[in-house]
């Protein structure tokens, strides 16, 4: 079982996905129960965010129910990767929650048409089986 987890990790970090804002946006969810919900404005609304691994580095894990959201970009000028809300792609999101002064960092994995979502500290440890979100796909009504 160690075995598999780290292999899935290595995977993961093997295929990034880089992906729109277009494809942030929407309620993505985890089968742990974990919920975020982003939105145009680079906001996000959270539910039980305190169940991920990488929330207990935060000081008020029950309060992590929103915060801002944004991609990380390399700038021109110094060549580091930065959260930048006017980035429009990338395969890091910046997850900035309104309380307790708390930033996570979610890769994106897989392909760019079915991109998985996992909050963690480190790419290459991953997130547990049940800790990875994938986004709701809605469909549009008929008229």
């Known amino acids: 079982m ?6 899935c990790g290595w995977a993961a970090a093997i295929h990034a ?9 929407g309620r993505w969810t985890s089968e742990a ?4 919900t982003f939105h145009e404005d680079h906001t996000f609304t959270a539910e039980h965010c305190d169940a991920l691994p990488v929330a207990h580095d935060c000081e008020e894990t029950s309060a992590l129910s929103s915060g801002r ?3 990380y970009a390399t700038t021109e000028a110094d ?15 910046s997850l900035v929650f309104s309380t307790g002064d708390c930033e996570v960092g979610a890769y994106l994995f897989g392909d760019e048409d079915d991109p998985v979502m996992c909050p963690t ?3 290459d440890v991953g997130c547990p089986s049940d800790g990875y979100l994938r986004r709701i796909q809605t469909v549009a009504s008929r008229s």
Do not use: K, P
């Not at 160690?2 to 292999?7: E, I, Q, S």
């Not at 060549?79 to 999101?93: K, P």
């Open 2 to 7: 160690v075995a598999l987890t780290v292999a």
């Open 17 to 25: 996905a880089e992906i729109s804002a277009d494809q942030v946006e």
């Open 33 to 36: 129960g974990t919920s975020l």
């Open 69 to 71: 959201w944004a991609f």
């Open 79 to 93: 060549q580091f990767n930065r959260a930048d809300e006017t980035a429009n792609r990338g395969t890091v999101l």
């Open 121 to 123: 500290g480190d790419a």
